[in-house]
């Protein structure tokens, strides 16, 4: 829980300064996109009034409005696009997922009675996406075949999120979402390959 600043159990404080006021500070994100910091971790600057020593491990780490990760998982815009953008301003994922369980609730549970054959067999199949496009064209949402086919993963990661959750619970939104989740996979990874103890990062 945080009321103002962010602080490590060291007590250092990582929060990025307020000096230039709170427009620029909610402005530090979009910055940080165009800057490519986002992308590869060698567009990130850390000035050397930024190092700090670690206490146990003496290890030189950065703060100053967050903290460099050990492993930089590049953030992938790749499956974004307008038409994706547009059906989820106009709440096109959340309205057809409400109404399509309204009709077809008791075969669903009936074919997953539970949250983890949903979560690993339901499929989103062409079918479906033709009923969202169609209801999405009622709300006022061109279909763009070319944005589709740019986040057709996202579409469909999304749409499964919202029926599971409206079929089970937010749990299984958040579930389904971390599938595709990049940093997720790659800590998952991490952690199951022991990556933090090859670059003797461990806690000691």
């Given at each position: 829980m945080t009321i103002q600043r962010y602080y490590t159990p060291s007590g250092r404080c990582i929060q990025r300064p307020y000096d230039e006021g709170v427009k620029e500070y909610h402005k530090d994100l979009s910055k940080r996109l165009s800057g490519g910091e986002l992308m590869s971790a060698d567009s990130i600057d850390f000035p050397d009034s930024l190092k700090f020593e670690t206490r146990i491990?003496?290890?030189?780490?950065?703060?100053?409005?967050?903290?460099?990760?050990?492993?930089?998982?590049?953030?992938?815009?790749?499956?974004?696009?307008?038409?994706?953008?547009?059906?989820?301003?106009?709440?096109?994922?959340?309205?057809?997922?409400?109404?399509?369980?309204?009709?077809?609730?008791?075969?669903?549970?009936?074919?997953?009675?539970?949250?983890?054959?949903?979560?690993?067999?339901?499929?989103?199949?062409?079918?479906?996406?033709?009923?969202?496009?169609?209801?999405?064209?009622?709300?006022?949402?061109?279909?763009?075949?070319?944005?589709?086919?740019?986040?057709?993963?996202?579409?469909?990661?999304?749409?499964?999120?919202?029926?599971?959750?409206?079929?089970?619970?937010?749990?299984?939104?958040?579930?389904v979402l971390n599938q595709n989740d990049p940093t997720l996979n790659q800590a998952i990874e991490a952690i199951e390959g022991k990556t933090f103890n090859k670059l003797k990062l461990e806690y000691k």
């Open positions: 491990n003496k290890r030189t780490v950065y703060g100053g409005g967050g903290i460099m990760p050990d492993i930089f998982v590049p953030a992938d815009t790749t499956g974004r696009s307008d038409y994706y953008f547009k059906l989820l301003r106009k709440g096109v994922f959340n309205q057809f997922s409400l109404t399509y369980l309204d009709q077809n609730r008791d075969q669903l549970a009936a074919a997953y009675p539970d949250k983890y054959g949903f979560v690993n067999d339901f499929q989103v199949d062409s079918n479906l996406i033709k009923q969202l496009v169609a209801y999405g064209e009622k709300q006022g949402v061109e279909y763009v075949e070319e944005d589709y086919n740019t986040s057709e993963k996202q579409i469909k990661n999304l749409l499964k999120a919202y029926l599971g959750r409206g079929l089970f619970n937010s749990g299984v939104y958040i579930q």
